[in-house]
């Protein structure tokens, strides 16, 4: 490559301006994967807990529903009375340029059911508590699990470009630089011993 590029100040000048530009962002890349690596790690972490703690939140939850239903009968027509959650939106906070989805809810508040208590019991409002908690936590981590996602496409991505940098582009305007520079001082050597013929030579005439 370095021997394609014809030596002149011109291109060194080029070739030298490139390799800065090459080799700032190869630290910014390198950077941005550090900090989206810390992001994701924190959020494995997270996630982790959540996985642990809505594995044994549902586990109570159905266990509350099966004794309310002991107790009661049949849950469905007061659970039915129970409107869908539709207050769950969606915005996004972005790091270092990745947009990683942020998910909130108003979720009822679990001290006012919304159900009629007269022909309820203590066992169905556990049950109803249990999976209020079940719904925020698995809000939570739906969130967190497509953060993980999102950062972990672009860390790969971010790491592609950086290692382009690091072992391509960064070498190949080394080799340009180092080819130029050579060739240069090459001609001035050339271009000094002429001169100094031809000063020999007026001088001896």
């Known amino acids: 490559m370095a021997e394609q590029i014809f030596p002149t100040k011109g291109n ?16 910014l890349m390198d950077r941005k994967r550090n900090i989206l690596v810390r992001e994701m790690v924190s959020l494995t972490d997270e996630a982790k807990e959540l996985r642990s703690t809505i594995e044994s939140t549902y586990s109570e939850a159905y266990k509350a529903l099966a004794y309310a239903n002991i107790t009661l009968g049949v849950v469905n027509m007061h659970a039915s009375s129970i409107p869908v959650e539709n207050s769950l939106k ?27 208590l007269s022909s309820t ?9 249990c999976f209020n908690k079940a719904k925020e936590i698995t809000v939570r981590l739906a969130e967190v699990e497509n953060s993980i996602y999102r950062l972990a496409v672009a860390i790969k991505k971010t790491q592609k470009r950086a290692n382009a940098l690091k072992n391509i582009m960064i070498p190949r305007f080394q080799e340009q630089v180092h080819f130029i520079t050579n060739a240069l001082e090459e001609k001035e050597r050339e271009e000094f011993s002429r001169q100094k013929v031809i000063k020999r030579r007026k001088t001896n005439m």
Do not use: C
């Not at 019991?121 to 508590?129: L, Q, T, V």
């Open 12 to 27: 060194l000048i080029k070739s030298k301006r490139q390799l800065k530009q090459a080799q700032l962002g190869y630290e």
């Open 90 to 116: 969606l915005s996004v906070r972005s790091v270092m340029g990745v947009e990683l989805p942020k998910l909130s809810a108003e979720f009822a508040p679990v001290d006012r059911p919304v159900y009629a």
């Open 121 to 129: 019991n203590s066992s169905f409002d556990y049950a109803y508590i």
